[in-house]
């Protein structure tokens, strides 16, 4: 990371091969496209080099945070085509006929992580892991997941609060 | 008013995006009281929440991706020693400098604004103190940063051999300017933020000074409405700030 504050572009080229693989999984889950994936994915790393003197190593690790911003950058481009999508939809109508970490990071290494996280979410019963999966994946909020899978608004929130608490307790056992 | 107590069973859900409505609001109102405890929840609340990328299916980039982007990266360095201005910059910056000739009677209206912005001057300071003795200002810049819905805005400078400065705002978080490489200005000078409405006079975001390694990372008290900006600009100022740019922008960059 010092050397990424340095701006030494083969820094850059570490980080990519350490996080690209766990970040483009993730956009690609979200963009469902190759071509949008890698364009988003070379976004969130130049973003990282342009602002790496903002990471400081004791402030945390950095692939939570490449996480948070990947997610946020796929879901505002999907939200963008949804619009543009809509946008198409309605003139074609209108025509007739027409991130802190906490200590588990340190105990529990990147691979241990990532089983845990897939056989914790993948014991929940299915409505509530397509619950978190439709808010993770889909950037949907409560009333819409409510909406899509037909649940009491009620019961979606504490299927995903309740999800949420037990993989953090799965992350935190050593 | 609620609660940390009540609060706590809705980190989860907004780390995650899904929290709307009255109970967003409240705790969004919360946190922005700076609540140290919600505050720190809410960071463990969304590292958890970054742990969910890996339900992700594992796919592989290509290795072209790895290219391209290095390749970017290695023409951005190009571009910063070229300093490359477009013309609707110039345009602005233009625009910028007519404005800065006063007539006598503004000049005294100007008086009694210089004074009002020096002590704007001085509460910002003293606030920033304040932020700057935590990890907050570097919490909230990568927050802004990573947020949904965050937009970046491109500030390139009008001379060699000056690096671009990058901002990003988002409409709930704010506005944070960031850059690397950027010169220190005489010791009775400052850097001077403006935000350049569609319409009107540019509106000062406030003075920065780079860090010793020329780093920049400032978090504007921002009083003019970026809904209605067309543009954010920099100029070189004395130490207190003007209120109007004296000075060509070095930096100039369109609000898309
Ligand atoms: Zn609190």
Partial sequence: MDQLVRRVPEALGVLYDRHARAVYSLVLRIAQQAASAEEIVQDVFLQVWRNAHLYQPSRGPVEPWLFTLARNRALDQMRLKREKQRRREETLESQPLACAAPNPELLVDRQRRAERVRSLIGSLPVPQRKAIELAFFEGMTHSEIAKALQEPLGTVKSWIRTGLLRLREALEEA | MADCE????????????????????????????????????????????????????????????????????GGQRALERRAWIPAWAWAGAVALVLL????????????????????????AR????????????????????????????ALKPGQAPLPEVHAYWNAELGLVVSGHHIPTPAADRAWQLWVVPKKGKPISAGIFRPGTEGQVLFLPQLEARMADAAALAISEEPAAGSPQPTTTPLWVGPVS
């Fill in chain 2, 126 to 153: 003293e606030q920033n103190r304040a932020l700057e003795s935590d990890r907050q200002l570097y919490q909230r810049a990568l927050a802004i940063l990573s947020a949904a819905g965050t937009r970046e805005v």
């Fill in chain 2, 100 to 123: 800065t000739v006063f007539s006598v009677r503004e000049a005294r209206r100007v008086q009694g604004e210089l004074a009002a912005l020096q002590e704007q001057v001085r509460a």
């Fill in chain 2, 6 to 73: 009540q609060l706590r069973q809705h980190y989860e859900a907004h780390a995650l995006g899904a929290l709307e409505g009255e109970e967003r609001v409240e705790l969004d109102a919360h946190l922005a009281r700076g609540c140290p405890v919600c505050t720190a929840e809410m960071e463990r609340a969304r590292w958890l929440v970054a742990q969910l990328a890996y339900l992700a299916p594992e796919a592989e980039p290509s290795g072209r991706l790895r290219r391209k982007l290095l390749e970017a990266v």
